[in-house]
């Protein structure tokens, strides 16, 4: 199945612990409260401030958040069922009309009926939902995404998303899994597994970056994921990410240093995390100074200046809808980021409330202007922002294709300080605007003209590791063997990472609004390669020039 959906698709679709058994500690008991006189003339906290915010119930509580989606309270996922029931077709219907030509009536129906046990609209009709038996082996994860998706809105406190500030320079942090790192890292405990899906979900990113560069990863020669050239490789890079053993981490030690740059190449969901986020990584390096460049046609850019002083109109829904955005704005902007499009829409005329992820997903929604927001269109020449968001941190955005502005950086390029991310390129899809005129079978996206093709050759030509992230076991293996065939790729990079599982890939199912069958998770595997060296030998000779005379 997910061997023939398109790279953009499947990329989107890509933006266990138990409860403790400790009890819980002892606190002393509080005193009695007492109301005393001046109380009385307490005015109520205004609707719409912090204080008012603070107070408020949830809309929906931990045992009241399944909900079909045709029934549910949030606007965004009743248009997400109706978008489902426009795309997704039946899977009973399907079968029985395998090898159907095209242009036949004869054509799987459309769902239309909800599965009273996730919610989901599964099948054309009841009696199709009865007949599927495949359909109990992944029931249960659509229930799941179902009460995930209701619980960011219910309006509850995302105790989650409380991320910790700097790390004690006393205290290592282990990257060996998801609990460990939570633990050492001093975040708020995870008891449950919805929590645990929601902090993997938008923390999947930096967190990723940080496991592989760090001098504790847990990608070693030991466990043979890591390469003993991509051992030299890392090792370069650490030389600026830390400091000298036995010297401590603070930030005074970054002085001296220079600027570690990532380049976040096709960036769109991560794109769109807020910066706060983004800065959990700079807290695994107390002591290197970080420039964050994400490049790609669906970068998201801050919002128009003209736009920030513009009040919200009113709408009928109002509390069904300003909950819903009170208690996701602080999640994550990926979590909903098909929700919006970077796209004006005309005057006059609604912005949807949802736009189903299919085969071309909408740039995510517009990120918010910092203080220190500035445009970069001057110098890069395309539409680009960069903030100075900490003095460790600086982030710059460019919504534009790579090739259009390496000619900025191909002369500065250091493998001492300089590395790629590619979040689920997907290198091995078919590309959907490049067809080989040989064959008249369209190029793999690595090969492609238009896509990856001609980027490839200019990242491995600079010498820095290139790190590639997967949605699927499938994806990852479908990437690597593309390498093999792709030009000026095959033969000439050495390995940095071996494929495999990605320790800190999200933990939360994505779901296909076209098939709920297709369910990926966001940077399940990674793997790491590097522009081949060639190192030049003397080699002795017997034979001596005659002496002058």
Not at 245 to 254: I, L, S, V
Not at 266 to 274: C, D, F
Not at 356 to 372: D, G, S
Request: hydrophobic share 35%; proline share 11%.
């Amino acid at each position: 199945m997910l061997a023939i959906l398109p790279r953009r698709t499947c990329t989107r679709l890509v933006l266990s612990s138990r409860s403790s058994l400790c009890l819980p500690r002892s606190r002393p008991l509080a005193p009695a409260s007492t109301r005393t006189f001046l109380s009385w003339f307490k005015s109520k906290p205004k609707p719409g401030t912090a204080q008012a915010r603070k107070e408020a119930q949830p809309i929906l509580t931990e045992d009241n958040l399944f909900h079909p989606f045709s029934q549910s309270p949030f606007p965004a996922i009743r248009a997400r069922g109706e978008a489902i029931r426009k795309l997704a077709p039946c899977p009973v219907c399907a079968a029985e009309h395998d090898g159907v030509h095209a242009h036949t009536k004869a054509q799987p129906k459309a769902v239309a009926f909800e599965c009273p046990d996730c919610g989901w609209p599964t099948h054309c009709s009841e009696e199709h939902w009865k007949e599927d038996e495949e359909h109990q082996k992944y029931c249960s994860r659509l229930r799941e995404v179902n009460e995930d998706e209701h619980d960011l809105r219910s309006g509850r406190k995302m105790r989650e998303f409380e991320l910790p500030g700097p790390q004690d320079s006393e205290a290592a942090i282990s990257f060996a899994n998801w609990d460990v790192f939570w633990y050492t890292r001093e975040f708020p405990s995870m008891d449950t597994e919805r929590s645990r899906r929601h902090a993997s979900k938008i923390l999947t990113y930096p967190i990723t970056v940080g496991s592989v560069l760090h001098q504790f990863s847990n990608l070693t020669l030991s466990n043979q994921r890591l390469t003993p050239e991509g051992s030299r490789s890392l090792a370069a890079l650490r030389t600026n990410l830390h400091v000298p053993p036995g010297a401590p981490e603070t930030p005074e030690a970054a002085a001296t240093k220079p600027q570690m740059r990532i380049f976040i190449l096709g960036a769109r969901a991560e794109s769109a995390l807020p910066p706060h986020v983004w800065e959990q990584l700079c807290m695994l390096f107390p002591s290197a100074l970080f420039h964050l460049y994400f490049i790609g046609p669906q970068v998201s850019l801050p919002k128009p200046a003209s736009e920030l002083n513009r009040r919200p109109t009113k709408k009928a829904e109002a509390p069904a809808e300003s909950s819903e955005a009170t208690s996701t704005a602080s999640t994550a902007a990926p979590e909903d980021s098909t929700s919006g499009s970077q796209e004006q829409t005309p005057k006059g005329e609604e912005k949807p409330v949802y736009v189903p992820n299919v085969y071309q997903p909408p740039t995510p929604a517009p990120i918010m202007r910092l203080k220190r927001t500035r445009s970069s269109i001057e110098q890069y020449g395309v539409p680009s922002y960069t903030v100075p968001y900490t003095p460790q941190l600086t982030i710059t955005g460019m919504q534009a294709n790579y090739m259009d502005v390496h000619a900025q950086f191909q002369e500065t390029f250091d493998p001492y300080t300089d590395c790629f991310f590619l979040f689920s390129p997907g290198f091995g899809f078919p590309s959907p605007t490049s067809m080989n005129e040989q064959t008249g079978e369209p190029y793999l996206q690595i090969a492609s003209p238009t896509e990856w093709g001609p980027v490839i050759p200019l990242l491995l030509a600079s010498k820095c590791p290139i790190f590639v992230t997967g949605f699927s076991p499938a994806d990852v293996e479908r990437d690597v063997q593309s390498l093999s065939t792709a030009p000026e790729v095959a033969g000439e990079f050495d390995w940095v990472i071996t494929p495999g599982p990605n320790a800190f890939g999200s933990e939360k199912w994505e779901v296909a609004d076209f098939d709920p069958r297709v369910m990926v998770k966001t940077n399940w595997g990674i793997w790491g390669i590097r522009g081949k060296r060639r190192d030049v030998r003397e080699t002795t000779s017997s034979w001596l020039p005659p002496l002058l005379q």
